[in-house]
C-alpha cells in the first residue's frame, strides 16, 4: 500500500466514512473509491462490496480488481426507551450495531432497563445534531408520540440513512406521513419510512416484533437474496 493511500484511508476511517480501496491485480495500481458517491463500473462494484461487507476480487472492463473494503460500524438509533427497544437493542448489538437510544424520558432510559447500550437524554433533533446518522444507520422510533419521533423523523428524512423504521398502524403510518408532507416532503422522501415497521412475520411479543424489525433491516442493507 503507497503512503498517500494509506494517509487517505486513514482519514476516511477517523471521519467514520466507508471507502474501498482497489487494486490492478495485474499492475498493482491503486485507488480508494467513494461506494456511495462513485458512478463508475468499478465504483457500482465497490458499493455492491461494501453493501455485503465482504471485500471481493471483480472483473470490470477487461482489468481483474481486488477490492478491500472498509466500513464504518453499522449504527442503530432508537427514538423511545419502551420494551420493544429492549431486545432490539440487545439483538442488535449481537449482530455488530452500535447501539444508541434517545428518550428525554429519564424513568425509561435507564442503564438498569439498557444494561451496555449508550443512552441520551437529550431530544432527538439535538442528539442528531451531536451525532449525525449516515450511510451505514438506521433508525427506528417507537415512542407513538409525535413530539417525540417526528423531530427524529425529520432528522432521518434529511439525512443518508439506510433504514428509518417507525412503529404504529397504518392509520398512524398515514398521520405521519401528513405531518411530514406539512414539513415539505415529498412521496420519495415518505417511500424511505417502513411503517408499519419490520417483516410482515405476524409478530406479536416485543421480542418478536424486535426480530421482525431487525429482518427488515438486514434485508434493506443486504438486498434481497439473489
Known amino acids: 500500500m503507497k503512503r498517500e493511500t494509506l494517509t487517505a484511508l486513514n482519514a476516511a476511517r477517523s471521519q467514520g466514512r466507508a471507502v474501498v480501496r482497489a487494486v490492478d491485480l495485474a499492475t498493482g495500481d491503486e485507488k480508494l473509491i467513494d461506494p456511495y458517491a462513485d458512478t463508475s463500473k468499478l465504483g457500482i462494484a465497490a458499493a455492491q462490496a461494501a453493501r455485503a461487507d465482504q471485500s471481493a476480487n471483480v472483473e470490470v472492463d477487461g482489468r481483474s480488481w481486488f477490492l478491500e473494503v472498509y466500513n464504518p460500524p453499522l449504527d442503530l438509533v432508537i427514538i423511545g426507551a419502551v420494551h420493544i427497544a429492549q431486545p432490539l437493542s440487545q439483538m442488535a448489538a449481537l449482530t455488530g450495531y452500535g447501539v444508541r437510544i434517545i428518550d428525554p424520558r429519564t424513568a425509561f432510559a435507564t442503564p438498569e432497563r439498557f444494561p451496555g447500550i449508550a443512552l441520551s437524554h437529550d431530544w432527538a ?37 439506510f433504514y428509518i423504521g417507525a412503529l404504529g398502524s397504518k392509520k398512524t403510518q398515514a398521520a405521519r406521513q401528513a405531518r411530514m408532507r406539512a414539513e415539505g416532503f415529498g412521496d420519495n422522501e415518505l417511500a424511505r419510512i417502513r411503517g408499519p415497521v419490520g417483516l410482515d412475520i405476524g409478530a406479536r411479543s416485543p421480542a418478536e416484533i424486535a426480530v421482525s424489525i431487525l429482518a427488515e433491516m438486514t434485508q434493506i442493507l443486504r438486498g434481497p437474496k439473489q
Open 125 to 161: 433533533d439535538e442528539a442528531l445534531a451531536k451525532a449525525p446518522l449516515g450511510p451505514r444507520s438506521a433508525i427506528v422510533l417507537l415512542t407513538h408520540d409525535p413530539k417525540l419521533d417526528d423531530p427524529a423523523l425529520i432528522a432521518a428524512l434529511r439525512s443518508t440513512c
